[in-house]
């Protein structure tokens, strides 16, 4: 199949361009993680990359790490809708290999200093930095976070819920990650 875009101007077709040849690799890789399958990988970076076109509205600067981190945002859900289709279909996939893959939280993170993670975190309120390290930091289950802070599983998960939407707050102000537009 040949697709061809029509852009609006040089500096969206340049920013495309220039999209393509830096972040290739890396959605590639990306999507294999995920995947674990390189001909599904070649599918999920061909049709994000269609989804980035459709987007390239909400890129200002190519080389910047909103710009990354929206890439890499539209390769990773691309990549777990095919997987999710392909999971309907074959229900032995194990959990464990999506969450020991790269994700985009890696790649954020990878641009962040330690200790700016650390400010970060502890820029939000108590009550949510604390569920949020429980789950996080120690990997703990709701039911026990729940059982040691005395508060009910729901409780667990509206503060994680929170304490993530705080984190991103912070993080798109700062420029590391963009908004998700509705």
């Known amino acids: 199949m040949l697709i061809m ?30 995947l674990q399958d390189s001909m599904l990988a070649e599918d999920a970076v061909s049709e994000a990359f269609i989804r980035i076109y459709k987007n390239m509205y909400k890129i200002d600067d190519p080389a910047s790490k909103r710009s990354i981190a929206f890439v890499m945002m539209i390769v990773k859900n691309t990549a777990l809708t095919i997987l999710s289709q392909r999971t309907r ?20 993170f990878s641009e962040i200093s330690t200790e700016k993670i650390y ?17 996080y930091a120690y990997d ?9 802070l ?7 998960t509206v503060r994680l819920h929170r304490a993530k939407k ?15 537009q509705p």
Do not use: W
């Open 166 to 180: 705080k984190i991103a707050d912070i993080l798109i102000k700062e420029g590391y990650a963009v908004e998700k």
């Open 89 to 108: 279909q074959n229900t032995n996939f194990e959990d464990e290999d999506l969450r020991d893959s790269f994700d985009l939280e890696q790649c954020v």
């Open 150 to 156: 005395h508060i009910s599983e729901n409780n667990v």
């Open 5 to 34: 875009f029509t852009f609006t101007s040089a500096h969206e077709m340049n920013a495309f361009e220039y999209i393509y040849s830096k972040y290739k690799s890396m959605m590639l890789q990306k999507a294999y993680l995920i």
């Open 119 to 135: 400010e970060i975190i502890n820029g939000i309120h108590e009550e949510l930095r604390s569920v949020f390290l429980m789950k």
């Open 140 to 148: 703990l289950p709701h039911k026990k976070i729940g059982q040691m």
